[in-house]
T-cell receptor, first 110, second 114 residues
């Protein structure tokens, strides 16, 4: 019952910015956008989340459109270690579960 | 700060058997969630435990059950194993009541059912 749509895969050159899109056209007013990533054979790792304002932390930036129907995760300078599956999730704050979709497989190439 | 740990790392069982997986939550966290991840798919929520009680459950049959202990660690039990139960089982801990709650995941237990 994932409420987001992401491209299945994308490539990125090492050192360049990676822009990962996510569509969440049915998002409700009290739902946040969360991003996690999962490096091969590891558990998912939290990246960032936001409600309606753009957010930035040491890992990435999150840009949410004004109508909140889509967002973009930006990895400013991709490295080979950023190769992973990236999941975009909409979630009511403190909801007890995360609903993962299929995610986007990002491959960073040297 | 100690992260989420899970044991065992890998496990092989046969159909019909029972299995217990274990999870130690990150220090300072009081809530544990369990997820099942089949090969090539995203994790699927099984259930969450808070204050030693089930706090929410996904679409999984009753043969999937759990426990949470006073030290916030948790167990996932699966009875009458089926071939489709083969998956990576992930445990995640979080702190209930915190405004910016995020779940911290362990490395998972790879279960193979033959």
């Amino acid at each position: 019952d994932a409420k987001t749509t992401q491209p299945p895969s994308m490539d990125c050159a090492e050192g360049r910015a990676a822009n990962l899109p996510c569509n969440h056209s049915t998002i409700s007013g009290n739902e946040y956008v969360y991003w996690y990533r999962q490096i091969h054979s590891q558990g998912p790792q939290y990246i960032i989340h936001g409600l309606k304002n753009n957010e930035t932390n040491e890992m990435a930036s999150l840009i949410i459109t004004e109508d909140r129907k889509s967002s973009t995760l930006i990895l400013p300078h991709a490295t080979l270690r950023d190769t992973a599956v990236y999941y975009c999730i909409v979630r009511v704050l403190n909801d007890y579960k995360l609903s993962f979709g299929a995610g986007t497989t990002v491959t960073v190439r040297a | 700060e100690t992260g989420v740990t899970q044991s065992p790392t890998h496990l092989i069982k046969t159909r019909g058997q029972q299995v217990t997986l274990r999870c130690s939550s990150q220090s300072g966290h009081n809530t544990v969630s369990w997820y099942q991840q089949a090969l090539g798919q995203g994790p699927q929520f099984i259930f969450q435990y808070y204050r030693e009680e089930e706090n929410g459950r996904g679409n999984f049959p009753p043969r999937f059950s759990g426990l949470q202990f006073p030290n916030y660690s948790s167990e996932l039990n699966v009875n009458a194993l089926e071939l489709d139960d083969s998956a990576l089982y992930l445990c995640a801990s979080s702190l209930a009541g915190v405004l910016t709650d995020t779940q911290c995941f362990g490395p998972g237990t790879r279960l193979t059912v033959l």
